[in-house]
């Protein structure tokens, strides 16, 4: 009996012991798999934790940038943003590192480091980017139009002012004319759609001689003209305009002449009255080119008093008769015309204006250059009005981090 009880007791041991194992084991997996899921929750917090902290950098967008020219950016002073991005990582993170929070993994950030030149404003790519997305959105803010003193003269001497501008990043080019710059672009194909744009949001947010539609203030009245030629005036920018206007108008008011038979006609009769024989050939072609510069003198005077003036002109476009040359050839002094603005105002006045003709001009420029010179009139115009230390070159259209959290290594690319 005693050996049946002792067997019987054994059994009922055993039992225990593996119920035991059993529950002990369960336990263990079930704290596994609490701290598994633990981990798992906590990289997804950590995640969340570092995309808000990467948001909260973007939303210090410099507000008068926005505003005034519709570009989203944040200025990076003295290399302190991956020292925000902690602050803001950390500050996040206090909640669950505190003694009485309930939480199984306390995080723990050991490295934070953040790359910010592929997405500096400074360079072109990215500051297209951004002036392309703003023309997709209308401007909503009503911005206040300080305007430009009245004794300002437009003119930048300030040679520390001079030496930051962005487009000296992109070298002191020589200005070069508006034929040079054609025969440039336009066997490469550069003329595309985004420089088009880019075109557009220059006229957008640019001023001209014709045009001041800008509601901020602006150091430059001539701005395209500056974009165009980048001269450190207003007068030299426009002297620079009217010489290339000039050239266009000659060739094409020359073309015009030899391609109208009945001019060449009049140039003819008048040339054999002055120098018959072989030698009025010579002599009509002196008439036809003087007609043509007294043609462009005209058109130049009547662009910039915000007349139009056509591209390709029909007779009754034609401002000048071939009765003025006779005068000058002949020594006689002409009467003044138009109320003594001294020039001519053609019977059809339809045309082409100053800010079309300079639109012509701006398209055949070269894309980059066009970039850095609106940088340089950004850049000028916030020094002077809403931030005195703003440039270009501090400015970040987003940030990419790689941040170390835990022993888990978290990447990630944030942007406007």
Request: proline content about 2%; aromatic content about 12%; hydrophobic content about 40%.
């Amino acid at each position: 009996m005693n050996g049946i009880g002792i067997c019987i007791f054994s059994k009922k041991g055993n039992s225990s012991v593996l119920l035991a194992l059993i529950f002990s084991a369960m336990l263990m997996l079930t704290v596994v798999f609490v701290y598994a899921g633990a981990n798992f929750t906590n990289y997804s917090y950590e995640e969340s934790v570092l995309q808000t902290s990467g948001r909260a950098i973007l939303s210090e967008f410099h507000a008068a940038l926005k505003d005034d020219y519709g570009i989203f950016a944040f200025k990076d002073f003295y290399n302190n943003t991956e020292d925000k991005l902690k602050f803001y990582i950390l500050e996040n993170f206090r909640s669950k590192k505190e003694a009485k929070s309930f939480a199984l993994v306390k995080p723990k950030l050991e490295s934070c480091t953040v790359i910010l030149d592929e997405f500096a404003l400074i360079e072109p790519d990215n500051f297209k980017k951004e002036a392309l997305e703003s023309l997709k959105y209308p401007s909503i803010v009503k911005k206040e139009n300080k305007g430009k003193s009245e004794d300002s003269e437009g003119v930048i001497r300030n040679k520390r002012l001079i030496s930051k501008l962005p487009s000296n990043t992109y070298g002191k080019e020589a200005v070069t004319s508006i034929f040079s710059n054609v025969t440039e672009l336009v066997p490469t194909g550069k003329i595309s759609i985004e420089n088009f744009c880019m075109d557009m949001y220059i006229e957008k947010n640019f001023n001209t001689y014709d045009k001041n539609s800008s509601k901020i203030y602006t150091f430059f009245q001539n701005e395209i003209e500056y974009i165009i030629y980048g001269k450190l005036s207003d007068a030299a920018n426009l002297e620079a305009f009217k010489r290339d206007f000039w050239i266009m108008r000659l060739a094409l008011n020359s073309a015009h002449i030899y391609a109208n038979p009945k001019k060449m006609q009049e140039i003819t009769e008048l040339a054999e009255i002055l120098t018959p024989g072989v030698a009025a050939v010579a002599t009509a072609v002196i008439i036809a080119e003087a007609w043509a510069i007294a043609e462009t003198s005209n058109d130049v005077k009547l662009i910039l008093d915000k007349k139009n003036v056509a591209f390709a002109k029909t007779d009754m476009q034609w401002a000048v008769g071939l009765g003025a040359i006779k005068d000058k050839i002949y020594g006689i002094v002409a009467k003044k015309s138009d109320d003594s603005r001294g020039y001519i105002v053609p019977t059809d006045t339809s045309g082409m204006s100053y800010d079309e003709y300079l639109r012509l001009v701006l398209a055949a420029q070269k894309e980059e250059k066009k970039i850095y010179r609106s940088m340089d009139l950004i850049q000028i115009n916030l020094q002077g009005c809403d931030d005195e230390d703003f440039f270009i070159e501090d400015c970040y259209t987003g940030l990419a981090y790689n941040v170390l959290v835990n022993g888990k290594r978290h990447q990630n690319v944030q942007n406007y």
